[in-house]
């Protein structure tokens, strides 16, 4: 179904991410909204994978070097926008969302 399909997407884009970083540049910034929504959808147990996924992928962002202008552009949105996770009832998603919006508020 849906959540299947949503996380084959995010594995492929977490991949192209570590595999060939300047190809997905130009999209970065559309992205990361884009994975803010995939977190905040649902508190549903079906959606947890798409959402530790989403989670990865922003991780990810912070760690290329050529989109740390873009990153930091986005911090407030991306810090603010993970804060509905933080109650979320999946334990790993809390702690996943708590590291993510640590990097990101660590950024420079």
Same mark, same amino acid.
């Given at each position: 179904g849906? @959540?299947?399909?949503?996380?084959?997407?995010?594995? /492929?884009m977490?991949?192209? +991410? =570590?595999s060939?970083?300047? &190809?997905?540049l130009?999209?970065v910034a559309g992205? %990361?909204? @884009? +994975?803010?929504?995939?977190?905040?959808? /649902?508190s549903?147990?079906d959606?947890?994978?798409?959402q530790?996924?989403?989670l990865?992928?922003l991780?990810? !962002?912070?760690?290329?070097?050529? &989109?740390?202008? *873009?990153?930091?552009?986005?911090k !407030?949105? !991306?810090?603010?926008?993970l804060?509905?996770l933080?109650?979320?009832?999946? *334990? %790993?998603?809390?702690?996943? &969302?708590?590291?993510t919006? @640590? !990097?990101? =508020?660590?950024?420079?």
């Open positions: 849906w @959540n299947d399909l949503m996380a084959v997407l995010l594995a /492929s977490l991949k192209l +991410f =570590s060939n970083t300047d &190809a997905m130009p999209y992205l %990361i909204p @884009n +994975f803010l929504i995939v977190c905040s959808v /649902s549903q147990p959606d947890v994978p798409s530790l996924l989403a990865q992928s991780m990810a !962002v912070t760690h290329l070097p050529s &989109a740390q202008r *873009i990153c930091k552009a986005h !407030v949105t !991306v810090t603010s926008g804060g509905d933080m109650d979320h009832p999946s *334990i %790993i998603l809390r702690r996943a &969302a708590v590291h919006r @640590n !990097v990101w =508020s660590m950024l420079k």
